[in-house]
């Protein structure tokens, strides 16, 4: 019997070390999982393995769950240049394919296309799968996610059902709050490119015992890639980009979670980015030599320069975790994370732009407001900094459209578009709505 969209596997977790702390979780595996197989999450397996999965995989009903969460999620085109669009239009018959494919072994994955995309001065790879092995993925996600997800441990935030980038800073605010101030700011080195294919297959081998399965798995690791005219098959790594690789880029790094929290130690990890809180230096350096034991031991690389330990409270001790900064008491925004939004300010208020002010505030707005939904946690100070850079850049846009050269400092626009004119135009002003915010609680 299958179980219901409503049923929901609850996870409640009380850390002492926080008096009160008390985090409560839900996840909803997909209806594909039976009750029988519910109910074995929590009592055990026989050898703990899982077996016969292939046909769950191969079901056409879990192809088709896979395909509307590809299809929602967009994105571009793989090797084969078939969109999205296009195999929507003939979805019956390509899901078909696929569950015959997958049933008699005849799927094979086809390469990886290759793009890079801006990551602070430089690029980063990412890997573009064709729809066909996204969809793919996407069905042997819903079926092998709950089996690890029901043992990850409970400070691990990033790709995981549920969970967020807020709910990892809030653990992180909780525990700077009750005085773990020395903390380790840990940076694995190009991890998603260097994760060693033959311990993750192992990792995973632990948990499932189906060879089609474990097979599927070492296919899309295996899989080529493709950049311009070039192609390889990598040794190692799993492509950012394809939706399964959060899955298994968490379960490679479980166990160096299970290793710092039965040491006693508080690390709070999103993917590959991690901060160890402790209350001294002594515990700080001890915490990161045993990760450094773990993660030489695993094939892994602590980045040299960005790796180190800081007393939180001190001016230039301070660590950034998921475009925040830590330093002196305060939460800061990151420096690259408010330089990205200055470079997306400039581009929709470029002084050539043939739009009325109007429309370019009403294209402003949600990007605005999306950055302060995130960062409203953040010191004041920066959300009047950022108002005034959008007010500068508005000015700038009208003085170009009335045909007025030179410098608009000079020129006085603030007395002739006074910071009231924006407001009446609509233009989202974060430092009023955090005022606001602050007054009303």
Same mark, same amino acid.
């Given at each position: 019997m299958e179980i219901e969209a409503s049923s929901v596997s609850e996870t409640t977790r009380r850390d002492a070390s926080v008096?009160?702390?008390? &985090?409560?979780?839900?996840?909803?595996?997909?209806? #594909?999982?039976?009750?029988?197989? *519910?109910?074995? !999450?929590?009592? %055990? &397996?026989?050898?703990?393995?899982?077996?016969?999965? #292939?046909?769950?995989?191969?079901? *056409?009903?879990? !192809?088709?769950? %896979?395909?509307?969460?590809?299809?929602?999620n967009a994105g571009a085109a793989g090797v084969d240049r078939m969109s999205v669009t296009r195999f929507a239009q003939a979805k019956d018959r390509y899901l078909a394919e696929l569950a015959r494919g997958l049933r008699d072994g005849s799927y094979c994955p086809q390469p990886v296309r290759r793009v890079y995309i801006p990551k602070g001065k430089g690029q980063r790879p990412l890997g573009i799968p064709a729809v066909k092995d996204r969809v793919v993925q996407a069905a042997l996600k819903l079926v092998i996610e709950p089996i690890f997800e029901h043992e990850f441990a409970p400070r691990s935030y990033g790709f995981r059902p549920g969970l967020g980038c807020k709910d990892a800073l809030r653990e992180v605010d909780q525990y700077l709050k009750a005085g773990y101030f020395w903390v380790v700011d840990a940076d694995l080195q190009s991890y998603f490119d260097t994760i060693p294919h033959a311990p993750l297959l192992a990792k995973v081998g632990r948990r499932i015992a189906d060879g089609q399965v474990l097979g599927l798995v070492q296919r899309f690791l295996k899989q080529d890639i493709m950049e311009d005219l070039k192609r390889w098959t990598p040794t190692s790594g799993s492509p950012q980009g394809a939706v399964v690789s959060p899955l298994l880029a968490n379960?490679?790094?479980?166990?160096?979670?299970?290793?710092?929290?039965?040491?006693?130690?508080?690390?709070?990890?999103?993917?590959?980015?991690?901060?160890?809180?402790?209350?001294?230096?002594?515990?700080?350096?001890?915490?990161?030599?045993?990760?450094?034991?773990?993660?030489a031991a695993n094939g892994l690389t602590l980045h040299p320069d960005k790796t180190h330990i800081g007393d939180c409270r001190v001016d230039g001790q301070g660590f950034e975790f998921l475009g925040y900064r830590f330093e002196a008491g305060q939460r800061w925004v990151r420096k690259?994370?408010?330089?990205?939004?200055?470079?997306?300010?400039?581009?929709?208020?470029?002084?050539?732009?043939?739009?009325?002010?109007?429309?370019?505030?009403?294209?402003?707005?949600?990007?605005?407001?999306?950055?302060?939904?995130?960062?409203?946690?953040?010191?004041?100070f920066i959300f009047s900094s950022i108002d005034g850079f959008v007010r500068r850049r508005l000015r700038a846009l009208l003085r170009r459209q009335k045909h007025r050269p030179g410098q608009g400092r000079c020129l006085n626009d603030h007395k002739q578009w006074p910071n009231a004119f924006f407001a009446a135009l609509g233009l989202f002003m974060m430092l009023e709505v955090h005022r606001l915010a602050r007054q009303s609680r």
């Amino acid at each position: 019997m299958e179980i219901e969209a409503s049923s929901v596997s609850e996870t409640t977790r009380r850390d002492a070390s926080v008096p009160g702390r008390c &985090v409560q979780r839900k996840f909803t595996p997909a209806p #594909i999982w039976s009750s029988a197989m *519910l109910a074995a !999450l929590q009592t %055990g &397996v026989k050898g703990g393995k899982w077996h016969s999965l #292939i046909d769950k995989v191969s079901r *056409l009903e879990t !192809l088709k769950m %896979g395909w509307v969460q590809v299809e929602r999620n967009a994105g571009a085109a793989g090797v084969d240049r078939m969109s999205v669009t296009r195999f929507a239009q003939a979805k019956d018959r390509y899901l078909a394919e696929l569950a015959r494919g997958l049933r008699d072994g005849s799927y094979c994955p086809q390469p990886v296309r290759r793009v890079y995309i801006p990551k602070g001065k430089g690029q980063r790879p990412l890997g573009i799968p064709a729809v066909k092995d996204r969809v793919v993925q996407a069905a042997l996600k819903l079926v092998i996610e709950p089996i690890f997800e029901h043992e990850f441990a409970p400070r691990s935030y990033g790709f995981r059902p549920g969970l967020g980038c807020k709910d990892a800073l809030r653990e992180v605010d909780q525990y700077l709050k009750a005085g773990y101030f020395w903390v380790v700011d840990a940076d694995l080195q190009s991890y998603f490119d260097t994760i060693p294919h033959a311990p993750l297959l192992a990792k995973v081998g632990r948990r499932i015992a189906d060879g089609q399965v474990l097979g599927l798995v070492q296919r899309f690791l295996k899989q080529d890639i493709m950049e311009d005219l070039k192609r390889w098959t990598p040794t190692s790594g799993s492509p950012q980009g394809a939706v399964v690789s959060p899955l298994l880029a968490n379960i490679y790094l479980h166990e160096l979670d299970v290793e710092m929290r039965q040491a006693g130690l508080v690390m709070v990890r999103y993917a590959d980015d991690a901060v160890v809180l402790c209350r001294s230096r002594e515990e700080a350096e001890a915490a990161l030599a045993r990760m450094r034991i773990w993660v030489a031991a695993n094939g892994l690389t602590l980045h040299p320069d960005k790796t180190h330990i800081g007393d939180c409270r001190v001016d230039g001790q301070g660590f950034e975790f998921l475009g925040y900064r830590f330093e002196a008491g305060q939460r800061w925004v990151r420096k690259k994370s408010l330089m990205s939004l200055r470079d997306k300010i400039r581009t929709m208020t470029k002084r050539t732009v043939g739009h009325s002010i109007e429309c370019v505030i009403a294209s402003l707005n949600p990007t605005l407001k999306g950055w302060y939904g995130y960062f409203k946690h953040a010191h004041h100070f920066i959300f009047s900094s950022i108002d005034g850079f959008v007010r500068r850049r508005l000015r700038a846009l009208l003085r170009r459209q009335k045909h007025r050269p030179g410098q608009g400092r000079c020129l006085n626009d603030h007395k002739q578009w006074p910071n009231a004119f924006f407001a009446a135009l609509g233009l989202f002003m974060m430092l009023e709505v955090h005022r606001l915010a602050r007054q009303s609680r």
